[in-house]
DNA sequence: TCTGGGGTCCTAGGACCC
DNA sequence: TCTGGGGTCCTAGGACCC
């Protein structure tokens, strides 16, 4: 049973301003703060209906619903939101599997479909009148079915997809429905005579691979219906990271070093509030023509910490920045400073991180004791 | 009319090892 | 004088998601 929280962002800010129920509401940089760079994070249905949509540029969205009332985005608020979510849905699933800040999965063995309609019916009503939050539902018995079910259900539905439904249920779909199917999948797909789900029910799974790598044996089970079960991963994140956008696109590497040295110490006392320690450190810069460039260097051993984090950010945003000096001279949009190959912070890690460092520093081969 | 701030997974080539 | 078959790790980039 997949959940999707219709337009979340707004939806917990109509709960402190239910004054603005049923007005076009966007969350976003608010436009009388100045012309912004950013996007729109979430629009209601009422600002929806001209044409505003997440993601869109503020300055397009202000054109085409001068009349919205803005509000800028306050993630503390949507993550408390989100764990009341997922507390309400722990008491009807034992299993509970986040996928984002608004959208989760309830993994459940029902009997019928009747059955798992009773059950969206109650959570969907639950959300709406213990927390006041919309939802959309899909049930399938695939991940990716029932997601495109959700999908179907917007806003504030509830599609059921019956397993012996569940082929002839997508087969009329657009390719392009399929998550994970963005626009360079869907032209490749569609080069190869593949417009509609139903279209690769067909297809041989071995030439589909060749193709598209394992993803290619992914579409095949879904196009057939073919019921997949949920695995849970107890693995924890594997990447930080933070950026910020210039408001003017930087030249200088007197502008860029104190921007890196500031991500940076945000970065570490992220992780450090998380309990994480990081085994690579990563830097990239998006151009002002949009194009990414990223450096990232793996450590020794994993690190905790801000200064050493400073430091190597430093180390390797100066590098990149010199390449292009050599080069193309372009200017900085977005700077990006990240954090991989994390690991908790307990105990017994720290203290072999520590025989590590001896270990290393009495050179190779050598046993410490 | 320009395009945020987070993330995940996959691929591919090179270095290096047995 | 030439060179197999298997593996891991690292780095860069791409595609996609909310």
């Known amino acids: 049973m997949y959940v999707d929280l219709d337009a979340f962002y707004v939806s917990c800010e109509l709960r402190d301003r239910p004054d603005l129920v049923g007005k076009p509401v966007i969350v976003g940089p608010p436009p009388s703060d100045g012309p912004s760079r950013g996007v729109v994070l979430s629009a209601s249905y009422e600002a929806r209906a001209f044409g505003v949509h997440s993601a869109q540029p503020a300055a397009q969205a202000v054109r085409l619903c001068p009349d919205a009332v803005w509000i800028p985005p306050d993630f503390a608020k949507y993550e408390r939101a989100s764990e009341e979510v997922r507390?309400?849905?722990?008491?009807?699933?034992?299993?509970?599997?986040?996928?984002?800040?608004?959208?989760?999965?309830l993994v459940l063995d029902l009997p019928s479909a009747a059955a798992a309609r009773t059950l969206a019916e109650t959570v969907q009503k639950e959300l709406r009148e213990q927390l006041a939050l919309p939802a959309s539902i899909g049930v399938a018995t695939s991940r990716p079915i029932a997601k495109i079910a959700t999908d179907r259900a917007k806003p504030a539905g509830i599609v059921v997809v019956p397993p012996e439904e569940a082929a002839a249920f997508v087969a009329p779909l657009p390719v392009r429905a399929?998550?994970?199917?963005?626009?360079?999948?869907?032209?490749?797909?569609?080069r190869h005579g593949f417009e509609r789900i139903g279209d690769l029910a067909k297809a041989h799974a071995s030439?589909?691979?060749?193709?598209?790598?394992?993803?290619?044996?992914?579409?095949?089970?879904?196009?057939r219906g073919e019921p997949r079960p949920e695995v849970e991963s107890t693995a924890g994140p594997r990447s930080r990271s933070t950026d910020r956008t210039f408001a003017v696109?930087?030249?200088?590497?007197?502008?860029?070093?104190?921007?890196?040295?500031?991500?940076?110490?945000?970065?570490?006392?992220?992780?450090?509030?998380?309990?994480?320690?990081?085994?690579?450190?990563?830097?990239?810069?998006?151009?002002?023509?949009?194009?990414?460039?990223?450096?990232?260097?793996?450590?020794?051993?994993?690190q905790g910490g801000s200064a050493s984090l400073v430091e190597q950010a430093l180390r390797l945003a100066r590098e990149l920045w010199e390449a292009e000096q050599g080069g193309r001279?372009?200017?900085?949009?977005?700077?990006?400073?990240?954090?991989?190959?994390?690991?908790?912070?307990?105990?017994?890690?720290?203290?072999?991180?520590?025989?590590g460092a001896e270990a290393s520093s009495a050179g190779p081969g050598r046993v410490v004791k």
């Open 207 to 223: 030439d589909l691979r060749r193709r598209f790598g394992t993803f290619g044996d992914e579409l095949i089970a879904l196009a």
């Open 87 to 105: 507390t309400l849905l722990r008491r009807h699933a034992s299993s509970v599997v986040p996928f984002s800040i608004d959208e989760a999965a």
């Open 329 to 355: 001279r372009r200017r900085v949009r977005t700077l990006s400073v990240r954090t991989e190959r994390l690991v908790e912070r307990t105990q017994r890690q720290a203290s072999l991180d520590v025989f």
């Open 178 to 190: 399929i998550p994970g199917v963005g626009p360079k999948t869907e032209e490749l797909l569609r």
């Open 249 to 302: 696109d930087v030249d200088r590497w007197d502008a860029l070093e104190p921007a890196v040295r500031a991500l940076a110490e945000e970065l570490a006392h992220g992780l450090d509030r998380e309990a994480l320690r990081y085994g690579a450190v990563g830097v990239a810069y998006r151009w002002a023509d949009f194009t990414r460039s990223q450096r990232i260097r793996s450590l020794p051993a994993t």
